[in-house]
């Protein structure tokens, strides 16, 4: 069994393996100080940062934490930190990129399979998030 170091090791090894598939210059920060784990470089030359997460299944959906919790029991969440969450889900072996605008505040769901009264209006399909 993992620890979480080592689970957010492989996440973010699958997300910059992922991110250089596409063709994107990766970027890893030098110490433990910044609140992202890597950037890249995107299309129009811009830098984005990405904190790096690893998804769970719960109900048809991936999640992923969009908060930290501080050690005084306090969530931060990334606005300014990071420009996007780059989300690996291992069962899939799949990567995804979510902006970090627009996530929820606490943790944020990415659809996988059609849900049971196959809503599909207003629904977040991790596919297409997809690295």
Known sequence: MMNTSQR???????????????GRQVLIPFGDGCK??????????????????????????????TATQTRGGKRVDYAGEADMFGV??????????????????????????PSKNNQAQGVLWAKEYTI
Do not use: W
């Not at 957010?8 to 596409?22: C, K, Q, S, V, W």
């Not at 719960?58 to 934490?65: A, E, M």
């Not at 690996?88 to 996988?112: M, T």
């Open 36 to 65: 992202f784990d890597l950037a890249y470089i995107d299309e129009d030359n811009k830098l984005i940062r990405v904190q790096c997460k690893t998804a769970r299944y719960k109900f048809g959906c991936i999640h992923f934490n």
């Open 8 to 22: 957010g090791n492989m996440a973010e090894a699958a997300i910059i393996l992922a991110l250089t598939r596409i």
């Open 88 to 113: 690996y889900y291992e069962p899939l072996d799949q990567c995804y990129l979510f902006p970090v605008i627009g996530a929820a505040k606490a943790s944020q769901a990415l659809r996988i399979e």
